[in-house]
Nanobody, 114 residues
Framework: VLLVESGGGLVQPGGSLRLSCAAS????????MSWYRQAPGKERELVSFIPPSGDGLYYINSVKGRFTISRDNVKNTVYLEMNSLKPEDTSVYYC????????WGQGTQVTVSS
C-alpha cells in the first residue's frame, strides 16, 4: 500500500488549497477514505471521510462549510478542497482509510499564516 499526499503549502488566512492523495496497492473503490491532520504537540485527528459511493460525507464541526472531500475511483485519488482557511487549520494532513489500517504516507504540510 502506498499513500502519497500533495498540495499543501503556505497560505494567508482566508485562502484556499486543494490537497490530493494518490493511493495504490489496495482496492481503492471499495474503501472509505479519510483525511486526518496533526498539529504540533497534538494527536492526529480525523477531519473528514468519504464512502466509496461518495454519499454520506462526514466532516468535523470545525471544518464544516469550508472543506469539501471528494474522490475519483478511476484515478484512485481522494481530494480535500479547503477554503476560508484559518490559522488553526495549520497541520500536516494525511490520508488513510477510515480505520487507519494502512501505513501512513509522508503527509503534506498546510501552514495558514499572514
Amino acid at each position: 500500500v502506498l499513500l502519497v499526499e500533495s498540495g499543501g503549502g503556505l497560505v494567508q488566512p482566508g485562502g484556499s488549497l486543494r490537497l490530493s492523495c494518490a493511493a495504490s496497492g489496495f482496492t481503492f473503490s471499495s474503501i472509505v477514505m479519510s483525511w486526518y491532520r496533526q498539529a504540533p504537540g497534538k494527536e492526529r485527528e480525523l477531519v473528514s471521510f468519504i464512502p466509496p459511493s461518495g454519499d454520506g460525507l462526514y466532516y468535523i464541526n470545525s471544518v464544516k462549510g469550508r472543506f469539501t472531500i471528494s474522490r475519483d475511483n478511476v484515478k484512485n485519488t481522494v481530494y480535500l478542497e479547503m477554503n476560508s482557511l484559518k490559522p488553526e487549520d495549520t497541520s500536516v494532513y494525511y490520508c488513510n482509510d477510515n480505520n487507519r489500517r494502512f501505513n501512513w504516507g509522508q503527509g503534506t504540510q498546510v501552514t495558514v499564516s499572514s
